[in-house]
């Protein structure tokens, strides 16, 4: 489905109402309000502080959501050079470019980078093309680069048809809903409770 010219909006915190843009043609689909809303209500709905990253960033939709909502820094991560240049313009448009970092590269090689460098995170959204089965190695990626913070989340939005495993590593998938053909997971390292 072409999504080219669709807009959505950040839902709440300091960048509420505004519009951002689309990533143009149609190799992205942004996340719904209504998504957007039930995710943040499960993993915030506010932050005080932290490091995001959002992996095949798309729009960048999330993590300036995440931003917007009081996280402190979210990294962006996108291999399509016109979603690179879309999620330049959101965070321009909703005043938060100080806050992020925007990186044209695969996901897998950044995750890698990531690692090197000893770089965690709070708080990871991996929206993923969807059945293209990119989840389970991302997922695998992010266990073995060791990226996520002990008490940090993964947010995944996938479809019904793609299977992912209830662990993956050392990473426990504790929460699955459905929001229409959406359904959205999300996994912390296997000893921390339940959200």
């Known amino acids: 489905m072409s999504l080219g010219g669709c807009r959505v909006r950040v839902i709440a915190g300091t960048a509420r109402g505004h519009k951002l843009l689309a990533v143009p043609g149609n190799k992205t689909r942004p996340t719904a309000d209504r998504v957007k809303e039930a995710v943040f209500n499960k993993i915030g709905p ?8 959002d992996l095949f960033a798309g729009t960048g939709g999330l993590g300036i959501e995440a931003l917007s909502r009081g996280l402190g820094r979210v990294v962006f991560i996108d291999r399509d050079r016109a979603a690179w240049a879309t999620i330049r313009k959101n965070l321009a448009a909703t005043n938060l470019s100080e806050k992020a970092e925007v990186y044209c590269t695969d996901a897998l090689k950044a995750l890698r980078l990531f690692k090197r460098r000893h770089c965690q995170f709070d ?12 989840l389970r190695p991302v997922l695998e990626q992010v266990a073995r680069c060791s990226v996520l913070r002990p008490n940090g989340v993964i947010v995944v939005e996938h479809t019904e048809d793609e299977t992912i495993p209830n662990q993956v590593a050392d990473l426990d998938r504790n929460f699955t809903r459905r929001y229409g053909n959406v359904h959205i997971s999300l996994f912390q390292h296997c000893d921390k409770a339940a959200l």
Do not use: M
């Open 46 to 53: 506010f932050f005080d502080g932290g490091v995001g990253l």
């Open 123 to 134: 708080l990871i959204f991996l929206d993923p093309p969807y059945n293209k089965n990119a």
